[in-house]
């Protein structure tokens, strides 16, 4: 079994910055891309941000130039650096990762359980 657990998702006044983790655990062979997705009330989950081994980052526009995704793959962890947040940013942010298991090689597609970001003075 594998499995994605997130931390860093708080309480933050617009301007401010917060950095999201989340490792992955498990019988893991291979991760072959992680990354963040964000959802609010009403809306489909979106893409924020994003990189397979070896790639180069893919941002949402509206995250370009204010947010930076990294990998530590000796650890098999993403993180998030937000900065400049917005009240726009607000959303349950969740980690995303496709991963080859060890058992029999099958590639998953692997979501944490959320983290809830909110931007607010």
């Known amino acids: 079994q594998v499995q994605l657990v997130e931390s860093g998702g708080d309480l933050v006044q617009p301007g401010g910055s917060l950095r999201l983790s989340c490792a992955a655990s498990g019988s893991i062979f291979s991760i072959n891309a992680m990354g963040w997705y964000r959802q609010t009330p009403g809306k489909e989950r979106e893409l924020v941000a994003a990189v397979a081994s070896g790639g180069r980052p893919n941002y949402a526009n509206s995250v370009k130039g204010r947010f930076t995704v990294s990998r530590d793959n000796a650890k098999n962890a993403v993180y998030l650096q937000m900065n400049s947040l917005k009240p726009e940013d607000t959303a349950v942010y969740y980690c995303?990762?496709?991963?080859?298991?060890?058992?029999?090689?099958?590639?998953?597609?692997?979501w944490g359980q959320g983290t809830l970001v909110t931007v607010s003075s």
């Open positions: 995303n990762a496709r991963i080859t298991i060890l058992a029999d090689f099958r590639l998953l597609e692997v």
